[in-house]
C-alpha cells in the first residue's frame, strides 16, 4: 500500500463543524448524538476559537455550529463567528431548535445578535428543526416568529429542517397551512424534508420506529466523508457525525494533537481509506464472509456503524487493506 499511500491524499476536509456541548434543553426521541439537558461536557471557549483558527490556517472555508442547542451557549457562539469572520471564513451555518422564538422580542434579539457578529445571509445560514419530534417541545409558533424576523431582517428564507416518518407526512402540509395563516411568506422559509430516521442513537431504543429497508448493494460511497466535526471532548469525526459513538471512524483528538496532525494521521487510517474509496455494501459484502453482522439497513449511517463499530471488524479490515483498497485506488469498481 506504501506506493498508494504516496500520491492519493484520502481525506483533505474543508469544512468544519463544532458541536459545542450535547447538552440540550430537550429530549427528541430520534436523536442520533443523545442530546439531553443532563448532558455536561463542554468545548472550553479558547480551544474553539483556536480549532477555528488552526482550521482557517489549513485552508478550510466554512464552519458550523451545532450541539445540542447550540443558543444555549450564545456569549460563545457569538464570540466564534466574530473570530470566524476575522480570520477570513466565507460561510457560517449554524443549527438550532430554536427555543429561544418564544415571543417575536426574544427572536429579534437573538436575530440582533447574529448581525452584531457580522453574520450574514446569504452565504451564512441559520438552520431551524421543526419536524414530528421537535414539536413535541418546540411549537410552531417559534418557528413561525424566527421565520417572519429573520427574513424582515436578512430578505433571505429561514431554513428549516422538518423530520417525518412513515404515515406522518400530513404534518408537512399541516405546517405549511400553519404557516400560511399565521402570515408568514411562503418565500420566508424552504421546508429541507427528512422522511428516513437513522437507526442510531436515540431511534435504536425507541419502540415502534420506522425501519424501510433497501438493499445493501444501495449503499455506495459515503458522501460525508471529507468534513471535520469536532466533539465536545476534541474527537474529531471524518463525517456529519451520526456515528459519535463509534471511535472506529475518529481521525484523532484535538486534545493530543494540532488540526494538522489530525489531517495529516488520517491519511493513513483505515476507516478514512475505506470509506473515502470504496462504496458502503462493498465494505459491508467484504466485513460479512467473516462475520455476523445486522441486517435491514434504512439509511448509510447504519451500516457504517455495523461496519466500525467493533475492534475484530477494524483489524479485519487493517489487515485486508493492502489487497482489497488497491483495486478501488486503481480505478475498479469490480
Request: neutral net charge.
Amino acid at each position: 500500500m506504501a506506493a498508494i499511500q504516496q500520491h492519493v491524499r484520502n481525506y483533505t476536509p474543508k469544512s468544519l463543524a463544532l458541536r459545542v456541548s450535547y447538552k440540550c434543553n430537550i429530549g427528541c426521541r430520534f436523536c442520533y448524538n443523545i442530546s439531553l439537558p443532563n448532558s455536561d461536557v463542554i468545548m472550553p471557549e479558547e480551544q474553539l476559537l483556536s480549532v477555528i483558527e488552526q482550521c482557517r490556517a489549513n485552508g478550510f472555508t466554512s464552519v458550523g455550529f451545532s450541539g445540542g442547542e447550540i443558543f444555549l451557549f450564545a456569549p460563545v457562539l457569538y464570540k466564534c463567528i466574530k473570530r470566524a469572520k476575522e480570520v477570513g471564513y466565507t460561510g457560517i451555518s449554524i443549527v438550532t431548535n430554536g427555543y429561544w422564538g418564544k415571543s417575536i422580542e426574544s427572536a429579534k434579539r437573538t436575530i440582533a445578535s447574529l448581525v452584531d457578529t457580522g453574520f450574514a445571509p446569504p452565504k451564512d445560514r441559520l438552520s431551524m428543526s421543526a419536524g414530528e419530534f421537535h414539536n413535541e417541545f418546540i411549537d410552531w409558533s417559534y418557528a413561525r416568529n424566527i421565520a417572519k424576523h429573520y427574513f424582515a431582517t436578512f430578505a433571505h428564507p429561514l431554513r428549516i429542517d422538518f423530520e417525518v416518518t412513515p404515515g406522518k407526512e400530513h404534518l408537512i402540509d399541516e405546517f405549511k397551512a400553519y404557516m400560511k395563516e399565521q402570515g408568514v411568506p411562503d418565500d420566508a422559509f424552504t421546508l429541507d424534508i427528512r422522511k428516513f430516521i437513522a437507526n442510531v442513537g436515540r431511534w435504536k431504543e425507541a419502540d415502534g420506529k420506522a425501519v424501510v429497508a433497501k438493499p445493501i448493494g444501495s449503499f455506495k460511497k459515503c458522501t460525508a466523508i471529507n468534513r471535520f466535526v469536532v466533539d465536545p471532548d476534541g474527537k474529531v469525526l471524518p463525517c456529519c457525525g451520526f456515528n459519535r459513538f463509534i471511535d472506529g471512524i475518529s481521525v484523532g483528538n484535538l486534545n493530543n494533537n494540532s488540526v494538522a496532525e489530525v489531517i495529516e494521521q488520517a491519511q493513513n487510517q483505515v476507516a478514512t481509506r475505506y470509506l473515502t474509496l470504496v462504496p458502503m455494501g462493498a465494505i459491508y459484502e467484504e466485513l460479512i464472509k467473516r462475520f455476523e453482522l445486522p441486517k435491514d439497513f434504512s439509511v448509510i449511517c447504519e451500516v457504517c456503524e455495523a461496519i466500525f463499530s467493533k475492534k475484530e471488524h477494524m483489524e479485519y479490515l487493517a489487515q485486508r487493506a493492502d489487497e482489497f483498497l488497491s483495486k478501488y485506488e486503481e480505478g475498479c469498481e469490480g
